[in-house]
């Protein structure tokens, strides 16, 4: 089992700016992909906006954060970041982390409770 437990999230200001973590523990695997989901409204899905892969750190952005987020990780605290600039009221949502293993889903992976964030404008 692996554990994701996020932090980090609050109430800002559009165009604010905060930074989002998770702490994975458990069980460690060597190649994964770490993930930043959010949920912007109840019923709808969570969205993908960024991903890592953890030993090799390529990244992938969702268009709409493109410039504006950045995730990155820190192996020695096992735990991945997501930077959060220039914020816009309609990314008011739940972000959740997540984990999987190379070649399965995310549906399929591990999950962290989430984080809200509030932008107001």
């Known amino acids: 089992q692996v554990q994701l437990v996020e932090s980090g999230g609050g109430s800002v200001q559009a165009g604010g700016s905060l930074r989002l973590s998770c702490a994975a523990s458990?069980?460690?695997?060597?190649?994964?992909?770490m993930g930043w989901f959010r949920r912007q409204a109840p019923g709808k899905e969570r969205d993908l906006v960024a991903?890592?892969?953890?030993?090799?750190?390529?990244?992938y952005y969702a268009d709409s954060v493109k410039g504006r987020f950045t995730v990155y990780r820190d192996n020695a605290k096992n735990t991945v970041y997501l930077q959060v600039d220039s914020l816009k009221p309609e990314e008011t949502a739940i972000y959740y982390c997540?984990?999987?293993?190379?070649?399965?889903?995310?549906?399929?992976?591990?999950w962290g409770q989430g984080t809200q964030v509030t932008v107001s404008s």
């Open positions: 997540a984990a999987r293993d190379v070649g399965s889903t995310w549906l399929s992976g591990y």
């Open positions: 458990g069980r460690t695997f060597s190649s994964r992909y």
């Open positions: 991903s890592i892969h953890w030993n090799i750190g390529n990244t």
